[in-house]
């Protein structure tokens, strides 16, 4: 096996056995998502106007959660400066581990979203829309969290200094990826704001492995 | 030819830890740093690994490497040990396997981690961690190894291994810098004595946002 498909398949075991994050995303998406007619009442005409918003939002904090642990874990027992010297470019070794954190967190939140769109009375014809701009979207989550990680992977309890850098990262792709479902429902356009999405998925894709390799890098000491 | 670190100096959160380091040590030799704690053996380890930033030279056969030839060249083996509780032993090296390119067979083997290869890392002891991670230093070639205390909780039959493999890959050619405070049963080709006041005479910054110290 190759040491790229290693990190990838190791990542995965990681997450899926006792102790890995890969419940906890999707379990969070759930509670609050179905927390939320609790709070707002149960009419479908009122949750229908919150629910692309509250799927977004959720799914956003969602895959925020597990992200603090992402070289935390790695650099706390050692296996962070064994892979700084591995033949494996640190940039790789991040996007590696910022995909396995999608397939865990983000992909299971895809997922969900259609069932959970039916239980906030999600309009039909925003459905697809909003499962194409989840799918699209996710994934620059994980990769501009790669670059919160890294920051913050020497910092004890790292995870508010990480939700602040982070969190005003992933405004521009929570705005267009929830625009492209609440414009099926109203008739608009969706093409122009998915797309945006998929856009500044590409660009963080892109540039957030170098960005957070550097910082990995000035974290090693 | 072999390892050359010539007016090293490192610095940790503002303070100068290591001040002007230098030494060499040829192929096929066993070089021992020894000091009280605090003297900075494991920061000159991470800093020859290029895991620490630093000042100064280190040069292998001549050669200032870059990362690459750092990762073909030198095995790291800290006071950690890599080792991921969730996986058994067997998948733990497996996977340094895969990533540094080779095979488990030997390193198993070498460290007696044949018996306890599908148990889980969680329930080792200290000392078959510590053998778990050494082993890895058997997975793939690397002429230079930096250990840094290795003897820590071993038995006696782990010792052994050790030291078997520390003077076959001497006589391989290899080099290795070992921190250590007690004897490890080889002879020292090379001695480097670290002081800990040597460096802390010096403070690089004083200020400690700048100098890194507040992380």
């Not at chain 1, 707002?40 to 106007?49: D, H, K, N, V």
């Not at chain 1, 640190?90 to 996007?95: D, G, I, N, S």
């Not at chain 2, 072999?2 to 670190?5: A, N, P």
């Not at chain 2, 080792?83 to 969730?86: A, D, E, G, N, T």
């Given at each position: 096996?190759s040491?790229?498909r290693?990190?990838?398949a190791?990542e995965l075991?990681?997450?899926l ?5 890969a ?6 998406f ?6 939320v007619?609790?709070g ?10 919150v ?5 977004w939002?959720?799914a956003?904090?969602a895959s ?7 070289f935390?874990a790695?650099a706390e027992?050692?296996?962070l400066?064994?892979?700084?010297l591995?033949p494996?470019p ?6 590696l ?12 939140l ?5 069932i ?5 009375s ?7 829309w909003l499962?194409a701009?989840l799918?699209?979207?996710t ?6 969290g790669?670059?919160?990680?890294a920051i913050?992977v020497g910092?004890r309890?790292?995870?508010?200094l990480?939700?602040?850098l982070?969190?005003?990262l992933?405004?521009?792709t929570l705005?267009?990826g929830?625009r492209?479902?609440t414009?099926?429902s109203t008739g608009?356009d969706p093409?122009?704001a998915?797309?945006l999405t ?9 540039g957030?492995?170098f960005?957070a390799?550097a910082a990995l890098?000035?974290?090693l000491? | 030819m072999?390892?050359?670190?010539d007016?090293?100096s490192c ?5 100068l830890?290591l ?12 070089a021992i740093l020894?000091?009280p704690?605090?003297a ?6 991470r800093a ?5 930033p630093h000042?100064?030279?280190?040069e292998i056969?001549?050669?200032?490497p870059?990362?690459?030839?750092r990762?073909?060249l ?6 950690l040990?890599a080792?991921?509780?969730?996986l058994?032993v067997?998948e733990?090296?497996?996977f340094?396997a ?16 044949e018996?306890?290869?599908?148990r889980p ?9 510590r053998?778990l991670g050494l082993?890895?230093?058997l997975?793939?070639p690397?002429r230079i190894w930096?250990l840094?205390?290795?003897t820590v909780?071993?038995?006696?039959d ?12 001497a006589?391989?050619?290899g080099?290795?810098?070992v921190?250590t ?5 080889v ?7 670290l002081s ?13 946002f ?5 992380t």
């Open positions: 096996m040491a790229a290693a990190v990838l190791r075991a990681l997450a056995r006792s102790g890995g994050g419940g906890l995303g999707l379990a969070f759930l509670t609050a998502v179905l927390l007619p609790f707002s009442g149960p009419e479908p005409e009122r949750l229908a106007t629910a692309v918003g509250t799927l939002v959720a956003l904090l925020l959660l597990s992200l603090d642990r992402l935390q790695d027992d050692g296996t400066d064994q892979l700084a591995a494996l640190l940039e790789a070794l991040v996007a581990k910022a995909t396995g954190h999608w397939l865990t967190t983000g992909l299971p895809v997922i969900a979203a259609p959970l769109g039916v239980t906030l999600l309009a039909p014809a925003s459905m697809p499962v701009s799918a699209l979207g994934p620059a989550l994980s990769f501009l790669a670059v919160g990680a913050t910092v309890r790292g995870g508010l990480l939700s602040i982070v969190l005003p992933y405004v521009p705005i267009f929830a492209a479902a414009a099926a608009a093409l122009p998915l797309v998929g856009g500044l998925t590409l660009f963080v894709l892109a957030a492995p960005a390799a890098r000035v974290n000491r | 072999g390892l050359r670190v007016a090293l610095a940790r959160g503002g303070r830890v001040r002007d380091i230098g030494f060499a040590v040829p192929d096929g030799e066993v020894r000091g704690n605090g900075g053996k494991s920061t000159l380890l020859l690994a290029g895991l620490a000042s100064g030279r280190v056969d001549g050669r200032v870059d990362r690459d030839a990762s073909e030198m095995a790291y083996a800290g006071h040990d080792v991921k509780p969730q058994t067997a733990n090296l497996q340094w895969d990533v540094l390119g080779g095979t488990p067979g030997q390193a198993l083997a070498t460290f007696g981690l018996r306890i290869a599908d890392a969680h329930l080792l002891s200290a000392g078959q961690r053998r082993s890895r230093l997975l793939a690397r930096l840094d205390e290795p909780a071993l038995d006696s782990a010792l052994l291994a050790l030291l078997g493999a520390v003077r076959e890959h006589a391989a050619g080099v290795i810098v921190a405070h007690g004897p490890i049963g002879p020292a080709d090379v001695r480097v004595e800990a006041e040597a460096a802390h005479a010096a403070e690089v910054s004083s200020d400690p700048l100098a890194g110290a507040w």
